[in-house]
């Protein structure tokens, strides 16, 4: 795949995330969290009211601390199709 084209589906992948109205369980919106902060760059350590959600999210971008920013992307695609096959 070319880096357009991981692009291009990364940017579906998020907006058929975006676009889903059903809740999603609380273990896959961290992975999805933690893939889209590495793959956007913006993997700062997260803020917030509640100090254990916060938590939560530095422990899901921790686990994916040796990603590159494609790898990312990929997995980021690779956990939403799953989700959207798997589901019930």
Known sequence: ?????????????????NEHTEPFP?????????YYKRA??????????KPHI????????FQTRGLTCDEAKQLYIEAVNQYFLYRK
């Open 54 to 61: 916060s938590a939560f999210k530095t422990n899901a971008l």
């Open 40 to 49: 956007t760059n913006a993997d700062h350590t997260p803020t917030g009211g």
């Open 1 to 17: 795949m070319t880096s357009e084209e991981l692009d291009i589906a990364f940017k579906n992948a998020v907006k058929s995330i």
């Open 26 to 34: 609380a273990d896959v919106l961290l992975r999805l969290y933690a």
